[in-house]
């Protein structure tokens, strides 16, 4: 699909494709016509083909274990502070994380480590070790997020689990009928 929206669109696939070009043509693919548009913002991190997805999770599975969850922790973060991507894996793994650990990432040019930063070298990457983790390590990254970033408000309520598993429609029905059916007039929708 060529790029033929407006510029804002054209931007944040060409930096999500960082000169990939497998993920230049991948990208668009699975956007909606609103996204496409430019009606409604991009998803972040972009939704991978599965094409675009095996090529490189193919590359984040062969990590060592330790490696790929300090990946997951920074996908699953965007500011990617090593300082606090330490702090969290510490909660969702057993032994001590290191920067150490890191080494099998940067060699293979997946990342590179930027001062107190880690940043990702290709934002596919950061997609595909994101996308390839299972609910239940989104989960656990999350909640170890949550609980180190626990004075930083902002960041924590990102992080913290829905008090709700029941989606927002649902709720919104269920709200807008229980005034009509105790009577309460004045509040149905």
């Known amino acids: 699909m060529p790029l033929q929206g407006p510029t804002d669109l054209a931007r944040p696939l060409l930096e999500q494709a960082d000169g990939n070009p497998l993920a230049l ?4 693919v699975l956007l909606g016509t609103a996204e496409l548009g430019g009606r409604w913002s991009l998803p972040v991190p972009l939704p991978l083909t599965e094409q675009l997805e095996r090529a490189f999770a193919s590359r984040v599975a062969e990590l060592p274990t330790p490696t790929r969850t300090l990946l997951l922790l920074a996908a699953a973060d965007d500011d990617s502070v090593l300082g606090e991507i330490l702090a969290a894996a510490a909660m ?5 994380p290191s920067v150490e650990s890191l080494v099998p990432a940067v060699d293979p040019r997946l990342i590179e480590i930027d001062g107190a930063r880690l940043v990702f070298r290709h934002p596919p990457v950061h ?3 994101y996308q390839q983790a299972s609910i239940a390590e989104r989960q656990a990254a999350h909640a170890a997020w949550a609980e180190v970033l626990v004075d930083q408000p902002d960041r924590h309520a990102w992080h913290r689990p829905p008090r709700s598993s029941r989606p927002t429609r649902m709720l919104l029905r269920s709200s807008q ?3 009509r059916e105790r009577g309460v007039a004045g509040l149905s929708a």
């Open 127 to 129: 997609s595909a070790v």
């Open 177 to 179: 009928r229980q005034p």
């Open 92 to 96: 969702v793994s057993v032994g001590e």
């Open 25 to 28: 043509v991948e990208l668009p």
